[in-house]
């Protein structure tokens, strides 16, 4: 969609060579379809959520486990400029090691800077105050945030997925944290993002099997002796044997809590013709709850405002989404929406001239002057005919019309006609045909047909001037 939307592509910087080789790979094999939709569906999400641009330098928090062994892997494959960090607690002896000796490993097999943090006084955990899992992410975080500035770096990464978020809302649930707690993990918040939001666990796994990639399951994941081991390994099974998509619905739930605390419900006061760039819309840290706050009270639902961004994201340009009273047009650079007219007119038959009244919100006058000197006034369209006939009959544009526009060769629908002429949606909303005879004569607004054309010949012109109302 125009520039905007290829410059954002190549901001954000994916790598079309690896996303496009996976996916005519997948489209070879029947087997590998839903590894293809999923490696989409990350490309989607970065893209739509503007969480990353190809400027940027990003540390990969590793820990060795699979979720953020796959993270490194894909952006590293999507084009990134990656570097990972790895914590080492020591606090499960040999498999603490065993995880550093792996990712030190990987990283040196693919290229990837590694930099390593070892706690070689694990003492200092009892002397904190802090229990073991608090401490260990306040520990890392500070050590991420020194790194950003020695390395330069902009971004931090971490791999937390849609089953992190199921299991953090419920957990915040359990304390009662009422609708701020709902908002879970955040998608980004300042330097942090988290692209991994999309996938639920599973499908992790199964893009680690594709791509081959190594990775050590941590033995403190199985135990439920912590609160969310319980509910990752207790409650989480039972909600996804009644609904499996309740971890997407979590991620859901994350977006509009986030939205609706940070947003009014003020309902949005627009006028119509009404222009929405693509840039204000991805611009923003929630781009679908927005349009959907924004379009809602207009008819549309979250399943339109859905296909709308796959739209946006697959720069659909002159495609439409419609609710009963509204229109939303994909445009070069932005969207368009219009108001549909209440109540359009069918019919209307001039049976006599001169003649001035309204149709369908535009006001008409129809009536013979003499051969002009200009023929191209604004707003006026001059007919040449041999005779006259009446009545001449006004109707709203209907799908399929053709015509021969003034000047060009062969028959084209009015609908293409518009688009080539790049005539404004709104406007096109209300335009009329004028016909005479079985013919259409013209286009309101636009130009008239090669056969009602003036020239020599001509015995008698019609003047037609119209506006809006």
């Not at 849609?162 to 879970?184: C, H, K, P």
């Not at 893009?207 to 207790?234: F, W």
């Not at 006599?352 to 369209?381: A, H, W």
């Amino acid at each position: 969609m125009e520039n905007n939307i290829i410059e954002d592509r190549q901001r954000i910087g994916f790598s079309l060579v690896f996303i496009n080789a996976i996916i005519e790979f997948a489209l070879m094999s029947s087997k590998l379809t839903n590894f293809a939709r999923m490696i989409h569906k990350f490309e989607q999400f970065i893209f739509l959520n503007q969480l990353l641009q190809k400027e940027d330098k990003i540390i990969v928090a590793l820990s060795g486990g699979v979720d953020s062994m796959v993270l490194l892997t894909l952006l590293q494959k999507s084009g990134y400029h990656v570097i990972a960090a790895h914590c080492n607690y020591k606090l499960r002896a040999e498999e603490s090691d065993s995880e550093e000796v792996l990712v030190k490993t990987y990283c040196e097999k693919i290229g990837i800077q590694l930099h390593i943090n070892r706690l070689e006084d694990p003492a200092i955990i009892s002397e904190s105050g802090m229990g073991i899992q608090e401490f260990a992410r306040v520990y890392r975080y500070e050590w991420f945030e020194k790194l950003l500035t020695e390395t330069q770096s902009n971004k931090l990464a971490t791999a937390h997925h849609a089953d992190d978020q199921l299991e953090t809302i419920l957990f915040n649930l359990t304390r009662g944290s009422g609708l701020n707690g709902m908002r879970g993990i955040a998608m980004k918040k300042g330097s942090l993002v988290r692209p991994l939001l999309c996938f639920e666990k599973d499908e992790i796994v199964q893009i680690s099997q594709k791509l081959k990639i190594p990775y050590q399951t941590d033995s403190s994941n199985l135990t439920d002796k912590y609160t969310r081991n319980k509910i990752r390994l207790d409650i989480v099974p039972k909600l996804k044997a009644i609904n499996n998509n309740v971890s997407h619905h979590a991620q859901e739930l994350s977006e509009w809590a986030n939205f609706y605390t940070t947003n009014t419900d003020k309902k949005s006061e627009i006028t119509f013709p009404y222009s929405l760039s693509y840039h204000t819309i991805l611009r923003q840290e929630l781009p679908l709850q927005y349009l959907l706050h924004l379009l809602n009270p207009f008819g549309f639902n979250k399943f339109q405002i859905d296909d709308l961004m796959g739209l946006i994201y697959n720069q659909k340009v002159g495609k439409r989404i419609e609710s009963i009273t509204h229109c939303i047009y994909c445009n070069n650079g932005g969207l368009e929406v219009i108001q549909k007219s209440k109540h359009l007119q069918q019919l209307l038959n001039v049976n006599e001239l001169p003649f001035m009244g309204s149709f369908n919100d535009k006001l008409v006058k129809i009536e013979m002057v003499d051969r002009p000197q200009n023929l191209t006034e604004k707003n006026c369209l001059y007919l040449g005919l041999s005779e006259l006939q009446l009545p001449i009959v006004l109707k709203p544009i209907e799908a399929g019309d053709r015509f021969s526009p003034l000047g060009m060769k062969g028959h084209k629908t009015i609908g293409n006609y518009f688009t080539d002429k790049k005539i404004p949606h709104a406007q096109r909303n209300n335009a009329v045909k004028i016909c005479i005879g079985t013919e259409i004569a013209a286009v309101l607004p636009g130009t008239i047909d090669n056969a009602f054309a003036v020239h020599s010949e001509s015995k008698i012109i019609l003047k037609v001037s119209f506006n809006n109302n």
